[in-house]
């Protein structure tokens, strides 16, 4: 069952309310929570191995190249999607996930043509590395 905005604002995450909204509008709702247990293996997409939060990732590999995994992700423009790489959720939480809602500002942010359409299915971790919430 989806979740409603009030819920979402009330999970704990460690985010001020501009995070918190900004995390929703990440999302073309509706989303949905589940529980993501220690041990749970699942993909961050990066620039570099170790540059990104483990916050926002996914369950799989979302793109053969750079320019499908920025687009189907919407990922902001400091982000190359040179890397995928497999991180193990350090303890039981509670995840969020959805499809990724399209970023039109990011695409003309980077101005690189890439349309950063979204589409492709995510997952919020309980604060990545910053937390403890993966390894």
Do not use: H
């Not at 604002?9 to 309310?17: A, C, K, Q, S």
């Not at 961050?44 to 990104?52: C, F, H, I, K, L």
């Not at 990732?57 to 979302?62: H, I």
């Not at 942010?109 to 299915?121: K, L, R, S, T, V």
């Amino acid at each position: 069952m989806p979740l409603r905005r009030l819920r979402i604002v009330n999970l704990p995450r460690g985010l001020n309310p501009a995070q918190i909204n900004e995390l929703i509008n990440s999302f073309d709702e509706p989303i949905y929570a589940r529980t993501g247990y220690e041990g749970e293996i699942l993909v961050v997409t990066e620039s570099q191995s170790g540059s990104a939060s483990g916050i926002f990732v996914t369950r799989e590999s979302a793109g053969a190249t750079p320019i499908e995994r920025i687009n189907n992700l919407a990922l902001p423009p400091n982000n190359t999607a040179t890397i995928e790489s497999p991180i193990e959720l350090a303890r039981e939480q509670i995840l969020l996930e959805g499809k990724v809602a399209p970023q039109p500002d990011w695409a003309l942010i980077a101005n690189d043509g890439i349309p950063c359409n979204g589409g492709q299915w995510q997952i919020v971790t309980d604060g990545g590395k910053y937390s403890g919430a993966e390894r």
